[in-house]
Structure formats: C-alpha cells, structure tokens
C-alpha cells in the first residue's frame, strides 16, 4: 500500500481508502451481505488500508453500524475513520434535506459514535452545503467537537471553492471529500487550490459508478430508480459513447502493464498531485485483491498524458 501524508491533520493516510456508500443497499452493490463485506474489510486492514469512509445516512446508519461491527475486531487506534453529518434522508430515495446547524451537529455526532461504538471520530465532514445555515455557525460546532476530542480533524464533502474559502475564516479545514474521476472533473480547481494551501484531497467516485472499471460495453438495464443514471453521468448519451472511446485506450494501457482497466482508474486519480486519497468500495472478496494489486504499479508519465489528452480530445475533462 502506498501512502501520503496529510499536511493539516499531520496523519499519514493509505491512497485507497475504503468508502461503504450502500454497503447496506441491494440496489446499488449487489454483495452478498454484511458477513462478506466485513471480510473484505478486515483483509483490507490486513493490506494496509488504515482509512474507512462512512456517513451517517448511508443506510440510515446501518453502514456506521457495519463499520463498528468491524472496530470490534481492529485496533482502533490504527484505523482512520471518517464520516458525515448533515444529510437528513437517504440519497437513494431522493428528496434530500440539508441541515448543518450547531444543535444538528452535536446531535448527528452522537449518533455516528453510538453506531461505531467509539469514542472519536477522526475525520468529520459537512456532507453537503446547507444554504440554510451559514458556514460560521457549522464551523462553530465543528471546532467546539474538536476542543472536546470527540472530533480530530475537520472536513467539508461536495464543497465549492468560494465556500471554502469563507469556512477558513472560522477555523482549520483539514480535507475535502469531492467526487472525483476522468469523467467528472468539476471540482478540479477546488481541489488543486485546496492542496496549494495545506488541505488535503479524498476524492470519491473514482470508478464512476462502475462504467471506468470496463465491466459495461453497452447501456445497463437497471431498473428506472437505480442511483447511478443519476448521480453518475456517464450511463447516458452522448457521455456513454464517448466513455467507450476512452476505452479503447485504457484497454490498450491495462494490457501493457498485464492489469484491468479498474487498477488504470485507480492509479490515474491517485498519481494526481492534489489527490491524497481515493475513496473506494470493496463488499466482496473477488473485490480485494484486484483494487489492491493496483498499489502495486503505478502508469508513466507518458500514459497519463496519454489519458488526459484523449480526454481533453473527447470533451469528457470539461462534463
């Protein structure tokens, strides 16, 4: 495993860093339950993984039970966990509501440390803006968690530059969480100016929702509610048809290095300067060893060109 040291929080952190969004959702990862996913995780540790990424809506809280369920069995003070407040209802069922205000924070956390069983959090994030309530009031609740040692290190997730910004005037921001991948580069200068300034990166989203691992050639036919024909863009024209000219060179660089078009994924969004770690999600063991093995090669200057000029070429870098 390879790692980077995060500059604000003086921690050092495993570039895969394991993310549980709908550990707990049929719909959406399709594993073959909790006792599975918990392998997976453990084996992950055993690789050196040492950062798991969960929220407090993921499921309702049955990801940040899952993950405490795993605390049970790990040496909690080597294991980095981060996780989420804010988002009131469940992605999956839509109609998201936003609340970051002082008493939501206090509340939420206690929650998330219930659910792990756990004293601390380290890494706790704003999982989204909430336009309701102004960044001064959540940044007071965050620092207040901190002076009391329930929280290490402060985070703000989906997060645009100009709202970082003003969140610095009331405190440290450790990390961003934005999503991130070839396809989907949106927050790309918050995240080099975030990086310029001592704020490290975990991005999310690396796979795409699955379409850069290689395993779709053609349009899914997931049913109509399924999460990724929305929150990824990349299951509907005219992004798709351009995704599977993408292929066509990351299958010609997968083949060279004898790996799969998922490791290229991984090692693309890793080897960026201003990307600490990439959140990742593994519920299943046939899972392990292909993500892990990506650590254990990186792509050439060269290919990285290469992979970036195609997607400047097809447009995809500006979606």
Known sequence: MRYKHYKNANVDVSEFALGTWGLDDSRWSGHGGVSEALE????????????????????????????????????????????????????????????????????????????????????????????????????????????????????????ELPLLKEALKYGQVDVIQPPFSM??????????????????????????????????????????????????????????????????????IAAAHQATVSQVAINWTCQKDYVSSALIGVTSMRHVKENMDAFNWQLTSDEMKRIDDHLHELGLDQE
């Not at 839509?94 to 069983?117: C, I, P, Q």
């Not at 999460?227 to 292929?247: A, D, H, I, Q, W």
């Open 40 to 159: 997976a995780m453990k084996a992950l540790i055993d690789q050196g993984v040492n950062l798991i990424d969960t929220a407090a809506n993921y499921g309702n809280g049955t990801s940040e039970k899952v993950v405490g369920e795993l605390l049970k069995s790990v040496d909690r003070s080597k294991i980095l966990i981060s996780t989420k407040f804010g988002t009131q209802n469940d992605l999956f069922t839509g109609g998201v509501y936003r609340d970051a205000r002082f008493g939501t924070v206090m509340r939420e956390l206690a929650g998330s440390l219930k659910n792990m069983k756990t004293d601390y959090v380290d890494f706790y994030f704003l999982h989204w803006p909430d336009v309701s309530t102004p960044i001064a009031e959540t940044m007071c609740a965050l620092n207040f968690l901190k002076e009391q040692g329930k929280i290490r290190y402060i985070g703000l997730s989906n997060t």
């Open 183 to 252: 396809i989907d580069q949106r927050y790309k200068e918050t995240m080099e100016w975030a990086s310029e300034h001592g704020i490290d990166v975990m991005a999310y989203g690396s796979m795409g929702g699955g379409i850069l691992t290689g395993k779709y050639r053609t349009i899914p036919n997931w049913p109509a509610h399924d999460v990724r024909y929305t929150f990824y863009k990349g299951f509907s024209e005219p992004t798709f048809s351009k995704v599977m000219e993408l292929m066509k060179t990351l299958d010609e």
